[in-house]
């Protein structure tokens, strides 16, 4: 016999990614499930982690990366008290969930709530269902609480997107650190350089560990897999001419791109390929001497700017040339060994991508801005921004003008 329970409070955001999760299964035709985390007895986060096993009838959570994420939300305050899933046309708990119930009681985990979020003809409704330590079942209603200060800076909604960041370099570490803190459902960052003595503090990296040459994903590996939930994917491979099609499978399988190498090669290559998938990029670099730097936004819509309409490709950046030292000579404007010695311009190119990394995150939280170009001056602490219109003459935009 199930008794009538009090009921169960969550805020607004719940309930809208519960009720979005339960129309996107509907459309999928598969089955979905998330996680529940409450503070002060109020469910505050639903989160559909990893790769859930999804069926029409059945679904199953991913118990790896739900383990980790309750264990980073546990370090933030939060408790996990239970977990949600999706029917359709099937309203309630069924016979499976219920004995599921009856299981955590036996494990010492009275009370641990699960949620229903059943779809019938476009319609969700909500329903909370627990046993307690004597095993009598409850039903409850789900009371939606308005709390101001539990509204997260990226909702649920949003966090369920994928990022690519191209380039770990000096600004693009920094940009990787403040990526691994957004929990985003999957980040993935492309570098193929080595780390080396001479450059090690400035990837945040150690010298003995740039004098074994550990590559720049390798060194994501170990110094953002471990702090953040996100699914972490790396690529030890060139953006380079010759590998354009590797390049544009990978694109296709991320939301939002980030270009954070600093060579003029890669970023129009980069460029190209996300105007042609119709991608989001967020583009980066700084001036001589790091005396200031810009991040410009290429927006998916057919008559926004591109990075050629921007930059006109010389001769000499057309080159080939892949040696990061090249780059940050021709870039910063000093020899590799004044460089070395350079370590406080690194503080100005940080300043740059933490300013990149702000975009992106504006970008993944649905905030709109009407300029897509940022200009610091790090010599007078400003900042400028601007809107850029397509180029007439651009080829990138207008490739049937490449041959006129």
């Known amino acids: 016999m199930t008794t009538r329970g009090a009921p169960i409070p969550c805020i607004t955001e719940v309930v809208n990614t519960l009720t979005t999760g339960a129309r996107d299964a509907r459309q999928r035709g598969k089955e979905t499930c998330f996680i529940l985390s409450a503070r002060d007895g109020v469910i505050v986060r639903a989160d559909r982690v990893g790769e859930p096993e999804e069926h029409a009838a059945m679904t199953r959570p991913d118990f790896v990366a739900s383990d980790k994420l309750v264990q980073a939300l546990r370090e933030q305050g939060l408790a996990h008290v239970g977990v949600a899933h999706v029917h359709f046309n099937h309203p309630g708990a069924s016979r499976g969930d219920m004995g599921t119930l009856h299981t955590e009681v036996d494990n010492d985990n009275a009370g641990y709530i699960c949620v229903v979020a059943n779809i019938t003809d476009g319609v969700v409704t909500l329903t909370g269902h627990t046993v307690d330590a004597d095993h009598s079942e409850y039903e409850h209603a789900i009371e939606i609480i308005e709390r101001s200060e539990y509204d997260p800076v990226i909702s649920a909604e949003r966090r369920d997107m994928s990022y690519l960041q191209i380039g770990i370099g000096s600004g693009g570490s920094e940009v990787a650190h403040q990526s691994a803190r957004w929990e985003l459902r999957k980040i993935g960052y492309v570098d193929n350089d080595k780390l080396e003595p001479r450059n090690a503090s400035r990837h945040n990296a150690t010298r003995r560990e740039a004098t074994k040459r550990i590559k720049k994903t390798t060194w994501v590996r170990r110094y953002v897999t471990p702090r953040t939930t996100s699914q972490i994917a790396t690529y030890d491979r060139e953006i380079s001419p010759r590998n354009r099609e590797w390049l544009r499978r ?94 406080g311009l690194f503080t100005d190119v940080s300043l740059t991508a933490v300013l990149q990394a702000k975009v992106l995150l504006d970008l993944i939280r649905g905030v709109t801005h009407t300029e897509n170009l940022y200009l610091i001056d790090n010599q007078e602490l400003t900042l400028r921004k601007a809107f850029v219109k397509q180029s007439a003459t651009c080829t990138t935009c207008h490739p049937e003008r490449s041959n006129s």
């Not at 460029?271 to 927006?299: D, I, M, N, W």
């Not at 008559?303 to 080939?320: G, Y």
């Open 250 to 343: 990978l694109l296709t399988d991320y939301d939002l791109i980030a270009e954070c190498t600093g060579h003029p090669v890669v970023r129009q290559i980069v460029s190209e390929e996300c105007r042609s998938l119709g991608k989001p990029l967020v583009t980066a670099g700084v001036f001589e001497r790091a005396k200031g730097g810009y991040v410009f936004v290429q927006h998916t819509q057919p008559d926004a700017a591109c990075n050629q309409c921007l930059f006109k490709l010389t001769r000499h950046s057309r080159s080939d040339d892949h040696e990061t030292i090249e780059h940050l000579t021709r870039d910063y404007g000093f020899t590799p060994e004044q460089l070395e010695r350079q370590l």
